[in-house]
């Protein structure tokens, strides 16, 4: 009897084991498929972009920095003018970007901000608003809305970056609730701190902003951005209004950008406005698999310093900017991450603003080569 209880305790024990080792089993593909799900749902991306240059400033500015432009803007020097490290994320629900940099380009046109976030080129989170709709809400520091044109050289046609893209915003801050309807259109809407300002200015005038954004087909772009709020202390008050419309097609030899801005803003000191306006247009050719050649002619109205204002000394007193330019450059894709370019860029203004051997004069003339890389 003994030995015969043995067996029977044996054959509960296996059994029980296999019913164990049978659940387990059922139980394990649930945490190897919530892992599968998660990675399909949610996307970390790390990049970086390094972009060189050396430009050549023929009016040989004594302090070496070439006024109003905010990329590529010192002279006679290999720079730095972006560095860039960012880490994206998306998930079905929820979405951020960080990114931090360095280089002539935040050196030049962050010098207002705070001095802890002149580094910083993006941080925004967003949640989908709608499980059915593509309905976000991003806030935090981001991408501006208005202008062809990136901080980033290689997203660009041009080397350099026009007269109308260098003053317009790069960057804001604030909200935008944006809506895709479709593949082919986004709309957005902004509120933000002001004009290109992480910070607000001591005003309490709230600041807008829109965007619709177009693609009829894969060689078509149209967009229509505007800016609606003040830049300026309440004590001054003065109310500014913006728009923005660019179009570009893009062909298997030819393309082309045409961009168009009209703003006007409140004078201090009556109730008219003061205007200010600029066009510009970029010609593409694709002289083989990896070169392009381009042409750029483009124009700037500014004579009241609603956005440019040009100081002294050599000038004597300070001027606004009204101004034509034109550019011809060669780009050669090393690959498909990592570009050489060659540009020479004539700017001629109305008035005397630019300087040549310690004097003022109408005309600028500027040879810039750069070298720039994703990785």
């Known amino acids: 009897m003994k030995h015969q209880l043995h067996w029977v305790q044996l054959l509960l024990c296996v059994g029980w084991n296999l019913v164990g080792v049978g659940n387990a089993l059922a139980q394990d593909p649930a945490p190897i498929d919530s892992t599968k799900a998660l990675k399909n749902a949610a996307e970390v991306n790390v990049s970086a972009y390094v972009e060189v240059y050396c430009a050549y400033d023929f009016g040989k500015p004594t302090s070496g920095d070439r006024p109003f432009l905010y ?35 935040p050196q030049a046109n962050l010098v207002h901000e705070p001095t802890l976030l002149r580094n910083v080129f993006e941080a925004h989170v967003g949640i989908r608003l709608s499980r059915n709709k593509a ?25 350099t970056r026009s007269l109308n893209a260098e003053n317009s915003p790069y960057y804001l801050s604030g909200v935008q609730v944006s809506w895709d309807p479709s593949e082919k259109l986004k709309i957005a809407a902004l509120y933000v701190n002001g004009w290109q300002r992480m910070r607000r200015v001591q005003n309490n005038t709230p600041c807008f902003g829109t965007q619709v954004h177009w693609t009829p087909n894969k060689r078509m772009k149209l967009n229509w951005s505007t800016f609606l709020g003040s830049d300026t202390p309440d004590s001054l008050g003065l109310y500014r209004i913006f728009n923005s419309a660019w179009w570009s097609w893009e062909g298997e030899k030819w393309g082309a950008k045409v961009a168009a801005d009209i703003g006007i803003q409140e004078m201090a000191t009556s109730t008219k406005w003061n205007l200010w306006a600029d066009g510009v247009i970029v010609i593409r050719r694709r002289l083989g698999k990896q070169l392009f050649a381009t042409a750029r002619g483009e124009y700037y109205y500014d004579p009241h310093q609603v956005i440019v204002y040009i100081a002294p000394p050599i000038i004597g007193s300070p001027r606004g900017l009204t101004a034509t330019g034109y550019s011809l450059g060669l780009d050669y894709h090393i690959t498909s991450n990592s570009t050489v370019r060659l540009e020479g860029r004539l700017l001629r203004s109305t008035f005397y603003v630019f300087e040549f051997q310690d004097r003022a004069t109408q005309d600028n003339t500027s040879v810039t080569v750069s070298i720039a890389a994703k990785f």
């Open 71 to 105: 990329n590529f803007n010192r002279h006679n020097e290999v720079a730095l003018n972006l560095g860039l490290a960012r880490v994206d994320y998306t998930n079905n629900r929820v979405r951020g970007a960080f990114a931090l940099m360095a280089g002539t380009y």
């Open 135 to 159: 309905i976000w809400l991003d806030a935090g520091i981001l991408p501006s809305h208005i202008g062809m044109e990136s901080a980033l050289g290689m997203d660009n046609w041009t080397l």
